[in-house]
Each structure stands twice: as structure tokens, then as C-alpha cells.
């Protein structure tokens, strides 16, 4: 399957890490990933695997894009 592309560039699954206010954390804390991930799903798997080490950094909720798009959020980080 050829990975998706938006005029001719590869579509990169991002998270945006936020506060609760909606404002994006700076500088982005060492445990988040900034390069993108392949697919939604190892974006959402990447994610559930380090939700905790983001909060303690001080992100309390996530945004999931695709490309410009977004496909989600914002998903709080708190547990329920």
C-alpha cells in the first residue's frame, strides 16, 4: 500500500501536546515524539504506551493530526 501523501509530500500522524487550556506545551517535553508516526494506529498505540510520562511532564491533553488535519482530540490525559 503506498503511504498517503497531500500534494505530492508523505502525510505524517502527529500528536499536538497541549494544556488544558488548549495551549501548546513549550518547549515539548523530552518524552514527546515530534517526528511523526507512519499510521494512525502506531500514532494511537505510541500514545497509549506513554500517556503518563507526558502528563508528568506537563502535557494534559493531545491532539491527534494528520498532516494539517485533525482527526481528534483533545483527549485529556488524566485518568478517568
Known amino acids: 500500500m503506498a503511504t498517503p501523501t497531500m500534494n505530492g509530500a ?6 499536538r501536546y497541549e ?12 518524552a514527546a515524539v515530534t517526528s511523526g508516526f507512519p499510521s494512525q ?16 511532564a506537563g502535557v494534559e491533553q493531545v491532539t491527534l493530526l494528520d498532516g494539517d488535519r485533525v482527526v481528534y482530540g483533545p483527549m485529556g ?3 478517568a
Open 77 to 79: 490525559l488524566e485518568p
Open 19 to 30: 494544556k488544558a487550556d488548549g495551549s501548546v506545551v513549550s518547549p515539548v517535553p523530552e
Open 41 to 56: 494506529a502506531e500514532a494511537e498505540s505510541w500514545i497509549g504506551e506513554s500517556w503518563r510520562a507526558l502528563l508528568d
Open 10 to 15: 508523505p502525510m505524517q500522524w502527529t500528536w
